[in-house]
DNA sequence: CGTTCGTTTGAAAAATTTCAATGCTAGTGG
DNA sequence: CCACTAGCATTGAAATTTTTCAAACGAACG
């Protein structure tokens, strides 16, 4: 279970684990040897759905992809983007029942990795399993900083939260820099996230960009003015636990 | 360690776990002989404040906490109720800085459990970890559930979500039935936790009343309406994720 | 070159907040 | 036992934010 790509794909695990926590050699040797099936996936791809009762889990090796939830009157919630080194359905290891769904943006790469791999290596490795547990709480931390926004924010501010979270998570695995990162998600995707109308978020892009605090075209944000823009979004990374702070 | 007190202390934690995991009778018995020293804690008292290092967790015996956030400008976002059973701050065993304080909504009896025990639990029972996790995972499905309500939910529906919400938690673990159930939340509490000012909280209240869905005096809801209160908050139990299923 | 999907614009409507005052109730001290 | 206070609940009116609707525009793709 050891071809190039997999190796890749645990390579990319470890790093985003020590982004977070601290592994030995012998608990990276594990999870180095796990086993794995690595697919392409198209965008727009449902990885797993609202209801379902996966027996693997995905990481995502390259591309982006994003929890949601559907309701009534074509009305939908996204819960969180997803960046390559995320799991993001790590919780279907213990939580058996989908309660939403989990799809590409783009095209991704992902490993599957059986379930029943994930709970030997976290049987037999508790610091392993502390890591992942750590991975599951700080993707519960940024919920929680979601919710603040969405109860407690203007439009303004949830944006410019949210454009100050992207680019601290892409940099923290080295796909962002020098305040620029790709952002492959629309303004309506934009609105189901924050709580917003695709219209009214427009709105608020235009006068972030009135105000020189970013430039975002192409699926690429460049963020001019770093100092304002977390003011703006009363941003405060703590929440994201990042072992290096690279704030 | 296995004063009176204590013993009623991890009887009620396994009774939480078992709502929604699975125990063996060794697990159980390592459970009941955790130490913890019991606390007397004042309503409004604060248990772990954002930026605390806390050491121990704290087990709710009796009473209602909350957890929350400060913001400025007098705002404030409430994340969650807890009830007894519950373990608010098991994030604390592998995020070390508190990102929102957890405080007491009444008075409140309180187990804590130092880390370093809760640690040696896990690593020696990986069932029991496993358990601890599915509950903060449970309690990530919440915060998921909230942000639906919050960003695509009427202020009316995200009020009879959260009332369908705190009946069936109270209900799993004994402390409701006949859809009446203690409720010692302010409207003002309300509206920080759904993201609505307090005032709204209020007509949007008189109107489920006017409805005949709810009676809510003196800290007492009684559900009049149990499938049109559900219908109004869209309410799916599923993503509580209870053993034995109660709706 | 015509679709399709996403962005942009304007105007009107709706939900919710804010402000400011008043009422209510339980607990406190006299 | 009663007045007093503090905290919560309620009300009305005006202001604001955000949504909705409807249309036009633009870029990418086959």
């Known amino acids: 279970m050891t071809s190039a790509s997999d190796i890749h794909a645990m390579t990319m695990l470890i ?140 439009a303004f501010g949830r944006i410019a939260h949210l454009f100050c979270e992207m680019y601290l998570k892409l940099e923290a695995v080295g796909l962002a820099g020098e305040h620029r990162c790709r952002l492959p998600i629309t303004q309506i995707d934009l609105g189901d996230a924050l709580g917003l109308s695709n219209v009214h978020v427009n709105r608020v892009l235009q006068e972030m960009r009135g105000k020189g605090l970013i430039t975002l075209r192409s699926n690429t944000l460049v963020i001019e003015a770093w100092d304002d823009l977390i003011r703006a979004g009363e941003f405060d990374p703590t929440y994201l636990h990042l072992q290096k702070r690279a704030a």
């Open 15 to 154: 790093r985003k684990l020590e982004s977070i926590a601290t592994l030995s050699d012998e608990e990276r040797q594990a999870i180095l040897s796990l086993p794995a099936k690595t697919r392409v996936l198209q965008p727009g791809q449902d990885i797993a759905r609202d209801g379902d009762t996966p027996s693997q889990c995905c990481l995502l090796l390259d591309g982006w992809a994003y929890r949601y939830k559907i309701l009534g009157e074509g009305r939908k919630q996204i819960f969180s983007f997803h960046i390559p080194g995320d799991i993001p359905d790590l919780q279907s290891l213990h939580i058996h029942t989908m309660d939403h769904s989990l799809g590409t943006l783009t095209q991704a790469m992902v490993a599957l990795i059986p379930h029943e791999a994930m709970r030997e290596l976290t049987t037999r490795y508790p610091g392993i399993a502390a890591a992942f547990w750590r991975d599951t709480l700080v993707d519960a931390a940024i919920f929680r900083e979601w919710m603040v926004g969405m109860g407690r924010k203007s």
